[in-house]
């Protein structure tokens, strides 16, 4: 079983930037397809980006596009979100997400059902 703690949520000025953490445990972190979601009251959750196994591939949802970086240590076991220029729209609960199955070191996922595990969420608030 793999838990996922994320971190570094918080209130930010639109304009700002904040970096999320997540830490991954119970399984070898470089055969995880790591990804990151948000979810606001009444919505469905959403994809955001997305990481390979390697590092070498990443995804992102239009929204976020030149704004958000995604990151991975595989010697530490970490995923970590770079968010720059937020927006208040961006306002959301977001969740760090682990895909287990598969073999590729390429591939990257937006699906919600395409992810195994999930961590327990870290709000993120942008006032404008």
Known sequence: QVQLVESGGGLVQAGGSLRLSCAA?????????MGWFRQTPGKEREFVVAISRSGGTTSHADSVK????????????TVALQMNSLKPEDTAVYYCA?????ISQSATYDGLHEYD?????????VSS
């Open 25 to 33: 445990s119970g399984r070898t972190f470089s055969t995880l397809v």
């Open 117 to 125: 595990y999930w961590g327990q969420g870290t709000q993120v608030t």
């Open 98 to 102: 682990a895909r287990g199955r598969g």
């Open 66 to 77: 030149g704004r958000f970086t995604i990151s991975r240590d595989n010697a530490k076991n």
